[in-house]
């Protein structure tokens, strides 16, 4: 029985099911049982299956160590609902299923979920997705085709507009306009859309994420208007959140030392944590919203500890296509859950869970949910929760270097300005192209454990070397402290330090010359 990753693509959930789904049915042990003086072969109980279910997800790559107890008893609902398994009398769909002794078997007929085919034409069928208009196609700007000696060159400039050379700004048009702010915007979005489509290494982001909903107010929003802290800030305040939330959630952040003017009983912190969670359960959508639930269930292919920097960066720019009202909120509850995760004053908020555990499955459905309900989606909710807790003040921090990329693209195009057509119109079809590719950035190239080593050892040496010289002509240091760190720097790095200072009769540490030895006197006493 093999399991592999779920790849980021269409329908990913449904491929997750289909995947569960094969390894329970090939997986679980069947026996023999005896129930109300009968005998039923090739069945299990579903207290063992709960078991043995458990420990599948716990050890699954697609779910990880997170998943509950009672979270596998519910997936089994399901399965009994979509007729994984049936009872031994062959009920299924409204009945039940509790965590005991009752029987249950595996159907004959087949349980995969068929995953849809996307239509070859977009729009041709109902549901298929239209292809995205990016910011290349449209006729106020038409990128010129980047050949392939051209790569290399413009990826040492890193879109320094002083690299393009006369003879690429004779290409342009002498016609021109200024760059529009609706210009400016589908930069913006064509920018950061082409990076997360390298990022989650799709061929296009057509089949899990729908172009036109995605606003580039939002963007620029999210990376321009933050405060000290990093936390997006609003215009309209009436899309924050509540004072009196804020006023709970500060509290449990900062506990114990929280307002004074507040009520303190027995089990306070309890009810302000619950009046928090009902605040977010109360809301319309999840946090992450339902137009990007496609997106992000794919970016949970990445959360592997291989790949722990690349979902980082990917969710990075997920992030930033979220409402800056839905942001703010994301970034203030993930705050305020580490610091509570982390808090060892925080006294236990349930009996029998624990305080990470608590946060990660209480908030996780406020997070990530889809529109029509998924089968699997309290488990993937909980793995996206799970990292987010881990790396959330990575995750929802400005990229600077997209940033970067994008203002140096914008800087660029104002100066050469936009051309127009032959009568004066942006739209014309003989309009002239712009000489201005997207940003290109080179990925380092993946080296083998040898060189790695050798690149260790290298830069470690040309460090000591520096540390000695620094050692040797700081004036700074006084001699006392430079002999006693040289003498320490000798005695770690004996070979870096000869090859800088030869061993010479003075440079030999002096050694002191034995005490002289004192003939003892006979000692007499009275008896003698």
């Known amino acids: 029985m093999s399991s592999h990753v779920v790849t980021p693509g269409p329908y990913r959930a449904t491929k997750l099911w289909n995947e569960v789904t094969r390894l329970f049915r090939a997986g679980m042990p069947l026996k023999k049982h005896r129930h109300n003086f009968r005998h039923h072969t090739s069945c299990f109980t579903a207290s063992a299956a709960v078991e043995w279910l458990h420990q599948l997800l716990r050890n699954n790559s697609n779910f990880g160590p997170d998943v509950t107890r ?4 519910q997936l089994l609902k399901k399965f009994l609902k979509n007729h994984v398994i049936e009872d031994v009398k062959g009920r299924w769909g409204t009945e039940d299923l509790e965590d005991n002794n009752g029987l249950y078997r595996f159907p004959t007929t087949s349980t995969l979920k068929p995953i849809p085919c996307p239509s070859q034409t977009p729009g041709s069928a109902p549901g298929s997705v239209k292809k995205k208009h990016s910011f290349r196609d449209k006729d106020v700007f038409k990128f010129r085709t980047i050949k392939k000696h051209e790569k290399d060159a413009q990826t040492q400039a890193n879109m320094d507009p002083a690299f393009y050379t006369e003879e690429d700004g004779a290409e342009c048009t002498s016609q021109r306009r200024e760059l529009t702010v609706d210009d400016e915007r589908v930069i913006w979005k064509d920018i950061t859309l082409t990076h997360l489509q390298r990022i989650l290494g799709t061929a296009s982001l057509d089949q899990v994420l729908d172009y036109r ?59 302000v944590f619950k009046t928090v969670s009902d605040y977010f359960y109360s809301l319309s959508q999840p946090l992450l919203t339902f137009e990007l639930y496609e997106l992000f269930i794919n970016v949970l292919g990445l959360l592997q500890p291989q790949c722990e920097r690349v979902a980082i960066e ?17 970034q203030l ?26 946060m990660v499955h209480t908030f996780s459905a406020c997070v990530l949910g889809s529109a029509e309900e998924c089968d699997l989606d309290e488990l993937l909710a909980t793995r996206l929760m799970s990292f987010f807790m881990d790396h959330q003040q990575s995750i929802l921090s400005v990229p600077e270097y997209l940033l970067t990329a994008i203002g140096d693209h ?15 119109d942006a739209g ?27 690149q260790k050892i290298e830069s470690l040496q040309q460090a000591m070397e520096e540390l000695l010289e620094t050692l040797l002509t700081d004036q700074n240091i ?40 004192i003939k003892k006197t006979k000692v007499f006493s009275i008896r003698n």
């Open 70 to 73: 009672q979270q596998t008893v």
């Open 213 to 271: 909903s995605v606003n580039p107010q939002n963007i620029i929003h999210n990376m321009t208007k933050v405060n000290k802290h990093g936390v997006v800030t609003l215009d309209d305040k009436t899309n924050d959140l509540p004072h009196w939330v804020l006023s709970a959630m500060k509290s449990l952040a900062n506990w114990p030392k929280y307002d004074s003017a507040q009520p303190s009983y027995p089990g306070f912190e309890r009810d």
């Open 314 to 330: 990917a969710l990075q720019l997920c992030t930033l296509l979220l409402p800056p009202s839905s942001r703010r909120k994301l």
């Open 333 to 358: 509850l993930m705050r305020m859950m580490s610091r509570i995760s982390q808090n060892v004053d925080m006294p236990r908020l349930h009996p029998a869970i624990g305080t990470r555990t608590l």
């Open 410 to 424: 914008i800087r660029y195009l104002r100066a050469v300005q936009v051309p127009v057509g032959p009568a004066g």
């Open 428 to 454: 014309g079809e003989e309009m002239e192209e712009v000489c201005a590719p997207l940003p290109i950035y080179a990925f380092c190239r993946q080296i083998s454990g040898a060189e790695f080593e050798q």
């Open 478 to 517: 006084s001699e006392k402290d430079r002999r006693k760190k040289l003498k320490q720097f000798q005695k770690q790095y004996p070979d870096i330090y000869s090859r800088r200072v030869p061993s010479t009769e003075k440079n030999k540490p002096k050694i002191k010359p034995p005490l002289l030895n």
